[in-house]
C-alpha cells in the first residue's frame, strides 16, 4: 500500500493529466463542431458532459480488461481509434458545413380566428438535440479507445502493487476531463450567447472556422496513420 502523500501525488497527478488531456485539440475541435448550435448554457454543458462520460466509460472498461483480467490491449487498437477519429473529425467538419447551407428552418402557416394567415419560421429541434446528445457519448468513446494506449502506460505507477488504486486512477482521471469539458462548454455557451447578439451571420462565419479547423485536424489525424 503506498504512502498516503505519494498516493495523493498520483492521484493529484491523474487529475491534472485529465484536466489538460480534456483540452486536446481533437477534443475541442469535436465538441465545438457538434456544440455549435446548442439553444442554451444547459444544452451546452449537458453535451459536454456527455462526451466526458463516453471518454470515461471507455478507459474504465478498458482499465477493467488490462488491471482486473490481466487482459493485453493490442497497439494497434489506439492507432486504429486515432485514424478513425480523424475521419469523424472530418465528417463532423462536412457536416457542419452541410448544416449551414440546408438550414432545418422552414415556413409555418395558420389561420387565426379572424381567418387572417400568418406565417413564421419555425424549427424542429428536440429530436436533432435529443441524437446529438447521444452521439456526443459515442464520440467520447472513440475518443476514449484513442486515448487509451498513453494512458495504460501510466496505469502501473497509480496501481502501486493494488489493481484497485489503479481503477481510482482512472476515476480520478475522468474526474479531471470531466471538470475540464464543463468548464469549456461553459465558455463555449458564453461565447456562442455573446456572439448571437451580432446576428446569425457571426455565428455562421465562427462555425464556418470552427468546421475548417476540424477538417483539417482530421486530415493530419488520417495523415499521420496512413
Not at 29 to 47: H, N, P, Y
Amino acid at each position: 500500500m503506498p504512502e498516503s502523500s505519494s498516493l495523493l501525488a498520483i492521484l493529484g497527478l491523474a487529475f491534472g493529466l485529465g484536466l489538460t488531456h480534456a483540452l486536446d485539440a481533437d477534443h475541442i475541435m469535436a465538441v465545438s463542431s457538434l456544440s455549435g448550435k446548442r439553444a442554451s448554457l444547459r444544452d451546452t454543458l449537458k453535451f459536454c458532459g456527455n462526451w466526458a462520460i463516453g471518454h470515461g466509460m471507455t478507459l474504465l472498461i478498458v482499465g477493467i480488461a488490462v488491471l482486473m483480467m490481466g487482459m493485453a490491449i493490442p497497439a494497434e487498437m489506439s492507432q486504429l481509434a486515432e485514424y478513425a477519429v480523424g475521419w469523424m473529425l472530418v465528417g463532423l467538419g462536412l457536416y457542419v458545413f452541410w448544416n449551414l447551407h440546408h438550414s432545418d428552418a422552414h415556413l409555418h402557416f395558420h389561420n387565426h380566428d379572424d381567418a387572417t394567415r400568418h406565417a413564421h419560421w419555425h424549427r424542429h429541434q428536440n429530436q436533432e438535440d435529443h441524437h446529438h446528445f447521444h452521439g456526443a457519448v459515442m464520440v467520447g468513446v472513440l475518443h476514449g479507445m484513442a486515448g487509451s494506449a498513453p494512458l495504460l502506460a501510466l496505469l502501473p505507477l497509480g496501481a502501486q502493487g493494488s489493481p484497485w488504486y489503479g481503477m481510482v486512477y482512472l476515476l480520478v482521471f475522468g474526474l479531471g476531463v470531466l471538470m475540464a469539458m464543463l468548464v469549456f462548454g461553459g465558455a463555449l455557451g458564453a461565447v456562442y450567447a455573446w456572439l448571437s447578439r451580432s446576428g446569425l451571420t457571426v455565428i455562421k462565419i465562427v462555425r464556418t472556422c470552427v468546421a475548417s479547423g476540424t477538417i483539417v485536424i482530421g486530415g493530419y489525424l488520417i495523415a499521420g496513420h496512413s
